[in-house]
């Protein structure tokens, strides 16, 4: 009866907070930040720790919602012309800088044209596309592109186009400038200090463009190396956020049963992280699409994501996420159905050749899911042997090609012109990174149907296009696909509208606020 | 043989400890029978605890594994690194004491100056750099573990050659003519043997702690189910499942602690005179 009356309690509070849903000003957000970044300056890195951070500091023109739509940041307004050629911008125009200089269309085309393209490799890709960047008055961006470019309105992300002050990079060297130790942007927190090794401080940005906005007076950045302690440093309640993938999954049960406690697969959206099994197409037993097949209908995917990730995420049908933009799941499909791998390892004459299996090394979760892989394989009758090793030494196989399968994750940036191609095209095809099409896949139907997705215009013709593709390489399986991942960003339930977008708490920090 | 039973016998503890090792060793060889599985195998829902069904005991891992059958198996991988590694480690540690002892002079500086650069650097860190290096795999370790372990080998035989190499029967047989090598293998060697033996049982037991450590930080075999992979496995989920680590803790613990009792029997048993007054 107490019991009932206590969750009689708790409901009527729930109630009560949903009632009351006035945002409220004041707080200080305890968050952990792992691995600790290498550098604040979100022009220069790009990891994910750093856009995690300096996500909040720095800005773009746009952020986007879970659909993927667009939404405004910088830019209030935008405008795409019908041919798909020209994107105008129109920015707020009360911008400022965190030193107090003024903020305007020149830092933008700066930022885009000239600093970016020499520091942010996967932008200089897009940008491949780009004729002119201008800014005929202070307060709107005119981007002209030579031919349609499909992904375009989503490359202006703020970990994809963080726009820099034009006013301290402007004719020095990018890399030494001092002031990259004091990022200065124009986003709704300002940097304080970071104390290697233990915290970094963000305080509210007073002079934020957007009225009221934001609610916290301070971020503080928790940097604590063991994956246990900041489990315990979550339940003591030294921290009240853990951002996803900063605790063992085997503690997220655990943690979300505390009381006052949250949680969230939301905000992964837009990098949409999709895990698969590099499978060598060189060479060895993986080189037969039949062998290839046989591991999809091998592997008990569904397993996988309910002991190892707790049900969160999804079992990955197509190389392309199911958050991600023309996504299909009219494609072969294949389920979990040893019987079958059987029959198609005896249709090609399988001979006991053994197969080296790399697992990532990131953590108990991916060592225990390439156990789980190998132990579905055994099964099937594919000899595999694990193959010890550390993060160096998994990216030099990987890269020199020294394997048979090997786990990985990728991100797909909301487009498969941004995020999916990369893996199957055969332009890709290189020693020396473990990044690009790493497998060996050729077919030049896919090289096709990559390059015209990219350029076609039209939402229709670019589905069309990007259907075809998903068919030809669910049935030629060139990697084995895995899940669609699910990072659960655990929170106290008292954080409100932390998760308000794809990118998550990347810029999330700008709606948030504390009830009290 | 009778003499060294009934002196062995009168140190209950070793029997004991003889006791528990003949079951490890049994179950290590009955793995196979007892389990037809592989002990990899998912049989059962993830985090089943002990005693909730007949056919798995001792529950299920984090994958739903057979924490009964592992502890079968990861006998075997014990037992195995354990007395390989400690046979390298003699085969090490044995010539090079013997040739130190018997020759002495420049031979016995070199040799000597050699096993204290080994002795100096810890075990166990030296243990991880070389399996790190080598990659994790059985041969890795177990050539890793011997490495590590030759030193006090070769120093004790070199102390029990140097003391015998004095004896007259020696000088007789280098009198005779006899070849030195037949002197130390046939003369010398023999007389050392039960400290040798009284150190390698010692020296199994330590492997198994090395084997198990190296295992518990991932620097196992990733092909082997190891009770040090398995205590390791189960550090992170150790508030949710204790049955995971506290079971194959416990079997090294037993296992190690009747290594160690034999040794102590064995000593009794061999050097009756050192044996303690009283008993």
Same mark, same amino acid.
């Given at each position: 009866?107490?019991?009932?009356?206590?969750?009689?309690?708790?409901?009527?509070?729930?109630?009560? &907070?949903?009632?009351?849903?006035?945002?409220?000003? &004041?707080?200080?957000?305890?968050?952990?930040?792992?691995?600790?970044?290498?550098?604040?300056?979100?022009?220069?890195?790009?990891?994910?720790?750093?856009?995690?951070?300096?996500?909040?500091?720095?800005?773009?023109?746009?952020?986007?919602?879970?659909?993927?739509?667009?939404?405004?940041?910088?830019?209030?307004? !935008?405008?795409?012309?019908?041919?798909?050629?020209?994107?105008t911008?129109?920015?707020?125009?009360?911008?400022?800088?965190?030193?107090?200089?003024?903020?305007?269309?020149?830092?933008?085309v700066?930022?885009?044209?000239?600093?970016?393209?020499?520091? #942010?490799?996967?932008?200089?890709?897009?940008?491949?596309?780009?004729?002119?960047?201008?800014?005929?008055?202070?307060?709107?961006?005119?981007?002209?592109?030579?031919?349609?470019?499909?992904?375009?309105?989503?490359?202006?992300?703020?970990?994809?186009?963080?726009?820099?002050?034009? #006013?301290?990079?402007?004719?020095?060297?990018?890399?030494?400038?001092?002031?990259?130790?004091t990022?200065?942007?124009?986003?709704?927190?300002?940097?304080?200090?970071?104390?290697?090794?233990?915290?970094?401080?963000?305080?509210?940005?007073?002079?934020y463009?957007?009225d009221g906005?934001?609610?916290?007076?301070?971020?503080?950045? #928790?940097?604590?190396?063991?994956?246990?302690?900041?489990?315990?440093?979550?339940?003591?309640?030294?921290?009240?956020?853990?951002?996803?993938?900063?605790?063992?999954?085997?503690?997220?049960?655990?943690?979300?049963?505390?009381?006052?406690?949250?949680?969230?697969?939301?905000?992964?959206?837009?990098?949409?992280p999709?895990?698969?099994?590099?499978?060598?197409?060189?060479?060895?037993?993986?080189?037969?699409?039949?062998?290839?097949?046989?591991?999809?209908?091998?592997?008990?995917?569904?397993?996988?994501?309910?002991?190892?990730?707790?049900?969160?995420?999804?079992?990955?049908?197509?190389?392309?996420?199911?958050?991600?933009?023309?996504?299909?799941?009219?494609?072969?499909?294949?389920?979990?159905?040893?019987?079958?791998?059987?029959?198609?390892?005896?249709?090609?004459?399988?001979?006991?050749?053994?197969?080296?299996?790399?697992?990532?090394?990131?953590?108990?979760? !991916?060592?225990? !899911?390439?156990?789980?892989?190998?132990?579905?394989?055994?099964?099937?009758?594919?000899?595999?042997?694990?193959?010890?090793?550390?993060?160096?030494?998994?990216?030099?196989?990987?890269?020199?090609?020294?394997?048979?399968?090997?786990?990985?994750?990728?991100?797909?940036?909301?487009?498969?012109?941004?995020?999916?191609?990369?893996?199957?095209?055969?332009?890709?095809?290189?020693?020396?990174?473990?990044?690009?099409?790493?497998?060996?896949?050729?077919?030049?139907?896919i090289?096709?149907?990559f390059?015209?997705?990219?350029?076609?215009?039209?939402?229709?013709?670019?589905?069309?296009?990007?259907t075809?593709?998903?068919?030809?390489?669910?049935?030629?399986?060139?990697?084995?696909?895995?899940?669609?991942?699910?990072?659960?960003?655990?929170?106290?339930?008292?954080?409100?509208?932390?998760?308000?977008?794809?990118?998550?708490?990347?810029?999330?920090?700008?709606?948030?606020?504390?009830?009290? | 043989?009778?003499?060294?039973?009934?002196? $062995?016998?009168?140190?209950?503890?070793?029997?004991a400890?003889?006791?528990i090792?003949?079951?490890?060793?049994?179950?290590?060889?009955?793995?196979?029978?007892?389990?037809?599985?592989?002990?990899?195998k998912?049989?059962?829902?993830? $985090?089943?605890?002990?005693?909730?069904?007949?056919?798995?005991?001792?529950?299920?891992?984090?994958?739903?594994?057979?924490?009964?059958?592992?502890?079968?198996y990861?006998?075997?991988?014990?037992?195995?690194?354990?007395?390989?590694?400690?046979?390298?480690?003699?085969?090490?540690?044995?010539p090079?004491?013997?040739?130190?002892?018997?020759?002495?002079?420049?031979?016995?500086?070199?040799?000597?100056?050699?096993?204290?650069?080994?002795?100096?650097?810890?075990?166990?860190?030296?243990?991880?750099?070389?399996?790190?290096?080598?990659?994790?795999?059985?041969?890795?370790?177990?050539?890793?573990?011997?490495?590590?372990?030759?030193p006090?080998?070769?120093?004790?035989?070199?102390?029990?050659?140097?003391?015998?190499?004095?004896?007259?029967?020696?000088?007789?047989?280098?009198?005779?003519?006899?070849?030195?090598?037949?002197?130390?293998?046939?003369?010398?060697?023999?007389?050392?043997?039960?400290?040798?033996?009284?150190?390698?049982?010692?020296?199994v037991?330590?492997?198994i702690?090395?084997?198990?450590?190296?295992s518990f930080?991932?620097?196992g075999?990733?092909?082997?189910?190891?009770?040090?992979?398995?205590?390791?496995?189960?550090?992170?989920?150790?508030?949710?499942?204790?049955?995971?680590?506290?079971?194959?803790?416990?079997?090294?613990?037993?296992?190690?602690?009747?290594?160690?009792?034999?040794?102590?029997?064995?000593?009794?048993?061999?050097?009756?005179?050192?044996?303690?007054?009283?008993?």
């Open positions: 009866m107490l019991k009932r009356l206590a969750s009689m309690a708790a409901i009527l509070a729930v109630a009560a &907070g949903t009632a009351s849903a006035e945002p409220v000003s &004041g707080g200080r957000a305890n968050v952990v930040i792992q691995p600790e970044p290498p550098s604040l300056m979100l022009g220069l890195v790009q990891n994910g720790p750093t856009q995690m951070v300096a996500g909040n500091i720095y800005e773009s023109l746009l952020r986007y919602d879970e659909n993927l739509e667009p939404q405004p940041q910088l830019a209030k307004s !935008w405008d795409i012309a019908e041919d798909g050629l020209t994107y911008f129109h920015l707020y125009d009360n911008v400022k800088w965190h030193d107090g200089e003024p903020f305007s269309a020149d830092d933008v700066f930022s885009a044209d000239i600093f970016l393209r020499e520091s #942010h490799a996967r932008l200089r890709n897009s940008l491949k596309y780009v004729e002119s960047i201008t800014a005929p008055d202070a307060n709107t961006v005119v981007f002209k592109l030579k031919e349609p470019f499909g992904p375009f309105i989503g490359i202006f992300e703020g970990g994809t186009m963080p726009i820099v002050p034009k #006013h301290i990079y402007e004719g020095t060297d990018y890399k030494t400038n001092p002031a990259n130790n990022p200065i942007g124009t986003g709704p927190f300002k940097f304080v200090e970071w104390v290697k090794g233990s915290h970094i401080l963000l305080k509210k940005n007073e002079d463009y957007v906005l934001p609610y916290l007076d301070e971020i503080y950045w #928790h940097i604590i190396p063991d994956a246990a302690s900041r489990a315990v440093a979550f339940e003591t309640g030294v921290v009240d956020i853990l951002p996803g993938g900063s605790v063992e999954n085997f503690d997220v049960g655990r943690l979300t049963e505390l009381e006052n406690t949250c949680v969230t697969d939301k905000g992964w959206e837009f990098i949409g999709l895990s698969w099994l590099w499978l060598n197409n060189n060479e060895g037993p993986t080189a037969d699409k039949r062998f290839r097949q046989a591991v999809m209908y091998a592997m008990d995917r569904e397993f996988a994501k309910d002991a190892l990730w707790n049900g969160l995420g999804k079992v990955a049908t197509s190389p392309v996420s199911s958050s991600t933009r023309f996504y299909t799941d009219d494609v072969t499909k294949y389920d979990y159905n040893p019987e079958k791998a059987k029959e198609l390892l005896a249709e090609m004459g399988y001979d006991g050749t053994p197969v080296r299996l790399l697992p990532l090394p990131y953590g108990e979760t !991916w060592q225990r !899911w390439a156990e789980a892989i190998k132990q579905n394989l055994e099964e099937v009758g594919i000899k595999v042997d694990m193959v010890a090793t550390d993060v160096a030494g998994w990216n030099q196989k990987i890269s020199e090609w020294d394997y048979d399968m090997a786990f990985t994750y990728l991100y797909q940036y909301g487009d498969p012109a941004l995020g999916v191609g990369r893996t199957y095209i055969s332009s890709n095809i290189a020693k020396g990174s473990p990044w690009n099409n790493v497998e060996g896949y050729k077919n030049p139907k090289d096709e149907l390059a015209a997705g990219a350029t076609a215009v039209g939402k229709d013709a670019r589905q069309k296009i990007y075809e593709a998903q068919q030809i390489l669910t049935e030629d399986v060139p990697v084995a696909w895995l899940l669609e991942l699910g990072f659960p960003t655990i929170y106290r339930c008292n954080v409100k509208d932390l998760v308000t977008t794809a990118i998550g708490i990347n810029d999330g920090f700008r709606d948030a606020y504390i009830e009290k | 043989m009778r003499d060294f039973w009934s002196r $062995f016998k009168r140190n209950r503890g070793a029997v400890g003889l006791a090792l003949v079951i490890v060793v049994a179950v290590a060889a009955l793995a196979p029978v007892l389990f037809p599985q592989s002990p990899w998912m049989v059962q829902r993830p $985090f089943l605890p002990p005693l909730t069904m007949d056919a798995l005991p001792l529950g299920t891992d984090a994958l739903g594994r057979n924490v009964l059958s592992g502890l079968a990861g006998a075997q991988v014990s037992l195995l690194i354990g007395l390989v590694s400690t046979v390298v480690s003699l085969l090490i540690g044995i090079i004491g013997a040739l130190a002892g018997y020759f002495g002079g420049w031979v016995d500086d070199g040799l000597m100056r050699f096993t204290e650069f080994f002795q100096t650097v810890p075990n166990f860190a030296l243990a991880i750099v070389l399996v790190a290096i080598f990659e994790p795999s059985v041969q890795s370790i177990i050539g890793a573990i011997a490495i590590v372990s030759w006090p080998v070769a120093r004790l035989v070199r102390g029990e050659v140097l003391s015998l190499r004095s004896r007259e029967y020696v000088e007789a047989a280098i009198l005779s003519g006899q070849k030195n090598s037949t002197i130390i293998l046939r003369q010398i060697l023999p007389n050392t043997l039960s400290p040798i033996i009284v150190l390698a049982s010692l020296m037991a330590t492997a702690l090395l084997e198990s450590s190296l930080l991932g620097l075999d990733p092909n082997l189910m190891s009770w040090g992979y398995m205590i390791g496995a189960a550090r992170t989920v150790i508030r949710q499942a204790w049955w995971l680590s506290f079971f194959p803790g416990f079997a090294i613990l037993m296992t190690v602690l009747a290594l160690n009792l034999i040794g102590e029997g064995l000593n009794d048993a061999l050097n009756p005179r050192l044996s303690r007054k009283g008993k």
